[in-house]
């Protein structure tokens, strides 16, 4: 809202400079945007509240300043001359629809039409308005300076020299002075004649009387319009309007008729019109101006200092509120026209604060009540984050909308109403697909080459109801790690570095030990190079190299390795404290076994069979070397096992070693595997 | 003899010479060897060839050559030890000085990874909060109206709904993503174990229909909500201003000023003190000195009534318990922490950025 100084100090003779009266203002709420300076004048940019309609205007801002420097309030000049026959004998109003119109003011003036004085198009050019014509711009000052708009009709363009007040009719169409036909709805107001639409009740008038040079005569109309009708309406066809925006947030219902007058007495001041004699002042609905009781009391223990009562009555009244009876402490306010956001105690309360100054109240903190800390769901949150910082991924934070073609492939997505574009279509039901994959496209045209990052953060996925929020963790490797080092090379990642990360989350943070099923994979992953975690108890998810199309169709060379978990069985995981296990008193007896077997046999396999057949002095086994080409032949593979045999309790006898030793390779052998090196 | 006499003192005299000399020449601990060989060693060293020579003098003159050799013996062998000893100190220090590494070269660390900045900022405010006794509690992404707007006194075409321009999904109708983490909050008041009494903080990701260089439509906000008996406006200053100067430090002004929020009442902004100009006026600060940081307010009494009608049972009464509630940008606050200009770099997440951040 724009604010000339010299217009302001029409009401109120503001004792200091633009600059500090812009901070005084900043501190009651009105705040100060900016400050144009126009020769000797200063234009203040104001950023009014939506609440704060009665503000959006320069007598609105003059009662502030007022209030601020506690010096008298002039008051709107309202006098005007009549002349000629009575207004009511040119023009009839009707409210047809009081729950749209409460009230309607009108005047007849016979207007000369032309342009306006310098003086106001110069004012009105300072507030961002521009100067048409002597009468369409009276109406604009006048709303500026007080904030009701009005309309004028040319007279002899109204059929019937009747205005009605009313919702319009299904698909009855109107031509708005911008030169849009609009098809109306029941749900829009308008001003019509017996005849048909004239204009857009409280948004735009329309074209058909449109006031113009041929104009002789004047319907002034000054009406109250319903906020959330207007709203409704203003929304529905999408227009924004100085008058909608003022109506839809409450205009002041006593301005209607004052509106009329400083107009009539500003088109005489200008020699630009005479009014004909009498307001026509059509009420449906009178407003009930509210009451309400503030207590002192009330108003020290929310604002957490002592206001003064006389300071409290003097702000209040400064401002309009009529102090009325008195019960108890109480005193009981008449709320004034203008501050339709004025409804209980509260709210005086807040006026009282804004002006007494918030920089006034002593700051203190509340009473200490019981600690309060990390949920150990949060701890634990914090740890995975330390954890997975600490193997060297990043962590990256992308977006929840994605592209429902970019998540083609991952399961049903939740759909957003009114996204930004096509690309943000969808909530993500995956923090790979598209978020990760993103990531590393983003870094690869960036010319990087080793991306190691992870996410967490929740999808979403359709559900009866709300959709399903689940929080999930994300990982994504590619390229090489330990790379750019001068002390060594780097290695490319592959499946045993993701498969790593999870087991080091999971033992540190998850329900432990879990293993891997290689069915039921995920499409985008990788058939031969990724699993799912199987019987890990709360843990669910995937990991694994991409599918080479899917590499393909997001442009990516190379191998990448990805994984995604749910979040929760990390973080709500009980943690049993381990049972120590006692040292054993004789040292392990350790021997390496080399064996080649058919590929399909599986390492955990292998090792299955070799504990059963070893027995229970086999205290742990490690697979140390791995090895496939000659002089292995095609399709098997060389396995070099360490096994450390201990007991407990005593030193293992040769025999029992060599026991063990024997009943595994004798095992293995029946299982079409051979010993090297035996 | 006499001759016998001279002739074993100038031999003293000319081994003396010729063994300092040999000494000198002798650099290492091996050519030392065999210079101790040449004089002092047992089978024919030149000192102890003169000892042998000893049987020969007569015996007056024995005692007094046999000492004499004998001094002669020491002395070589202390001479030659101490010069031993310092070659071995040349070699142990040239040994050393092979061995050096250049200790410029970079360190060789386990890989490094880096937390988001937003999330260290985020934790960081979790932290300043829960050392003043709050609790840190988050609701869901996606929530409904009543959450998010209604119980939050912004009934339909409520005009401050245009302040948040809300993302709604297509199916089921009547569901937002959260325009602000306020939601959680009354979630909170509704399963509240201890009312009226509430401390809590609710960090978590908010969307609006925002896409610039200060407004990206998935953002992250922190809210605290205070409420129980007694609870004022200087409460609130004082939270404010303690929290404000455990983040950037004491040394910037805070300004409260009266805004509107429809569920707060009254409602304040919160200003800080330019930390880029310190209040002198910059571009940052468009001139004026201060830096918009949070919007905050009582909470208006029309909340409590919400959720007292919700829950069926006056659990925070209007008339015996107030409260405040802020809210701040986390991404507003990182960016002001670490000089970015453009939120959208904390979602396009270039490693050239992130890796800037160490933590």
């Not at chain 1, 009605?164 to 749900?187: H, K, Q």
């Not at chain 2, 490094?112 to 405010?125: A, Q, V």
């Not at chain 2, 959260?178 to 201890?194: C, D, E, K």
Request: aromatic content about 6%.
């Amino acid at each position: 809202m724009k604010i000339p100084l010299s217009w302001l100090k029409e009401f109120v003779d503001v004792p200091v400079e633009a600059a500090r009266l812009g901070e005084d203002l900043t501190l009651v709420g009105l705040a100060l945007e900016g400050i144009e300076r126009h020769g000797a004048d200063a234009v203040l940019d104001l950023d009014v509240t939506t609440n704060r309609v009665d503000c959006m205007n320069v007598h609105g801002v003059a009662r502030e300043a007022s209030v601020i420097y506690a010096l008298p309030l002039r008051s709107l000049d309202l006098t005007f001359a009549e002349a000629g026959t009575p207004a009511r004998q040119a023009l009839e109003v009707e409210i047809e629809a009081p729950d749209l119109c409460p009230r309607f003011c009108a005047r007849v003036l016979d207007v000369r039409l032309g342009p306006s004085p310098a003086w106001l198009r110069d004012r009105l050019e300072l507030v961002g308005v521009r100067p048409i014509n002597n009468v369409v711009d009276v109406t604009n000052y006048v709303m500026m300076e007080m904030g009701q708009p009005s309309h004028a009709f040319d007279l002899a363009r109204i059929p019937g020299g009747k205005l009605v007040a009313r919702w319009a009719r299904e698909g009855e169409r109107l031509t708005t002075l911008d030169g849009a036909e609009r098809v109306l709805t029941s749900r829009h107001g308008v001003v019509a004649s017996p005849e048909g639409a004239l204009a857009l009740a409280g948004v735009m008038g329309g074209a058909a009387s449109e006031v113009s040079e041929a104009t002789r005569t004047v319907a002034l109309e000054a009406a109250y319009w319903d906020p959330l009708s207007i709203r409704r309406g203003a929304k529905a066809l999408g227009m924004h309007t100085e008058a909608s925006h003022r109506f839809e947030r409450g205009a002041d219902p006593e301005g209607t008729a004052a509106a009329t007058a400083r107009i009539a007495h500003l088109l005489g001041r200008i020699g630009a019109g005479t009014a004909r004699p009498g307001l026509i002042d059509r009420l449906a609905a009178p407003p009930a101006l509210r009451q309400i009781a503030l207590r002192p009391s009330r108003t020290d223990a929310v604002l957490g200092t002592t206001v003064p009562r006389d300071r409290a009555r003097a702000i209040l009244t400064g401002l309009g509120f009529r102090p009325g009876a008195e019960s108890g402490e109480a005193t009981s306010f008449t709320v004034p026209s203008w501050r339709g956001d004025v409804s209980r105690e509260i709210d005086l309360v807040e006026e009282v604060g804004r002006h007494h100054g918030l920089g006034n109240i002593p700051p203190t903190v509340p009473p200490a009540r019981g600690a309060e800390g990390l949920r150990p769901r949060q701890v634990r949150e914090r740890r995975l984050r330390d954890l997975l910082v600490g193997a060297g991924l990043t962590e990256v934070v992308t977006h929840a909308f994605v592209s429902d073609a970019l998540a083609a492939g991952s399961p049903p997505r939740v759909a957003v109403e009114n996204p930004l574009s096509e690309e943000q279509g969808v909530l993500r039901s995956s923090l790979v697909v598209p978020g990760l994959l993103s990531t590393l496209r983003t870094n690869l045209r960036q010319g990087r080459r080793d991306v190691a990052v992870f996410e967490t953060g929740r999808v979403f996925s359709p559900r009866e109801g709300a959709p399903g929020e689940e929080p999930r963790l994300g990982l994504l490797l590619a390229g090489e790690l330990g790379a750019g080092h001068w002390s060594a090379r780097g290695r490319v990642v592959d499946f045993f570095d993701v498969k790593a990360l999870v087991e080091l989350v999971a033992e540190r943070l998850g329900p432990g030990a879990f293993t891997l099923a290689t069915d039921g994979l995920p499409a985008l992953l990788h058939p031969g190079k990724a699993a799912r975690v199987a019987d890990g108890g709360t843990l669910s998810g995937w990991l694994g190299a991409l599918h080479p199309d899917v590499l393909r169709a997001w442009d990516l060379r190379g191998e990448v390795y990805v994984a995604e978990l749910p979040l929760d069985p990390f973080l709500e995981a009980p943690s049993a404290p381990p049972r120590y296990r006692p040292l054993a008193k004789a040292p392990a007896v350790l021997r390496d076994l080399s064996v080649v077997c058919d590929r399909s046999l599986t390492v955990a396999a292998l090792e299955a069979r070799v504990r059963s057949a070893a027995g229970e002095h086999l205290r742990s086994l490690r697979v140390v070397d791995l090895y496939e080409g000659p002089p292995v032949p095609a399709g098997r593979v060389g396995v070099t096992l360490a096994l450390a045999f201990q007991d407990p309790e005593r030193t293992l006898t040769g025999e029992e070693v060599q026991g063990a030793l024997d009943r595994v390779v004798g095992d293995l052998r029946a299982a079409g595997a051979e010993i090297r090196g035996e | 003899m006499a001759g016998e006499g001279d002739t074993l003192r100038d031999r003293v005299r000319a081994i003396r010479a010729e063994f300092e000399t040999a000494l000198v020449a002798a650099g290492d601990v091996s050519t030392l060897q065999a210079v101790h060989d040449r004089f002092l060693g047992r089978k024919s060293g030149a000192v102890g060839e003169l000892m042998k020579s000893l049987g020969r003098l007569p015996p007056e003159e024995r005692r007094e050559a046999g000492q004499e050799l004998n001094a002669l013996r020491d002395e070589l062998e202390s001479r030659h030890e101490a010069a031993r000893g310092e070659a071995e100190d040349r070699l142990r220090a040239e040994r050393l000085r092979e061995q050096r590494v250049d200790v410029t070269l970079p360190g060789r660390l386990p890989a490094r990874g880096r937390r988001h900045p937003l999330t260290s900022t985020r934790e960081d405010l979790e932290d300043i909060f829960v050392s003043m006794g709050y609790e840190v509690y988050d609701g869901p992404e996606v929530d409904d109206d009543y959450h998010c707007f209604e119980a939050l006194n912004m009934p339909p075409d409520h005009p401050a709904r245009d302040m948040q321009a809300t993302f709604y999904l297509k199916d089921p109708p009547g569901l937002v993503l959260r325009t602000h983490t306020s939601p959680a909050q009354v979630r909170y008041m509704l399963s509240n174990p201890h009312p009226p009494h509430v401390r809590i903080i609710c960090p978590g990701k908010v969307f609006r229909r925002d896409d610039d260089l200060t407004h990206s439509p998935m953002f992250h906000q922190v809210e605290a909500l205070v409420v129980g008996p007694g609870i004022s406006v200087g409460d609130l200053k004082g939270t404010v201003q303690a929290f404000l100067h455990a983040l950037f430090g004491p040394q910037y002004p805070v300004r409260f000023r009266p805004s509107y929020f429809p569920y707060t009442e009254p409602s304040i902004e919160v200003d800080l003190g330019c930390i880029v100009c310190s209040g002198r006026g910059c571009r940052v600060c468009k001139g004026t000195g201060w830096l918009e940081i949070m919007g905050s307010g009582m909470v208006h009494p029309a909340v409590f009534e919400a959720v007292n009608r919700r829950l069926g049972r006056v659990a925070y009464d209007p008339e015996q318990v107030t409260g405040f509630a802020f809210g701040l940008g986390i991404d507003r606050v990182a960016m002001m922490r670490h000089g970015i200009g453009d939120i959208r770099l904390f979602y396009a997440n270039d490693l050239r950025l992130l890796e800037q951040f160490p933590s």
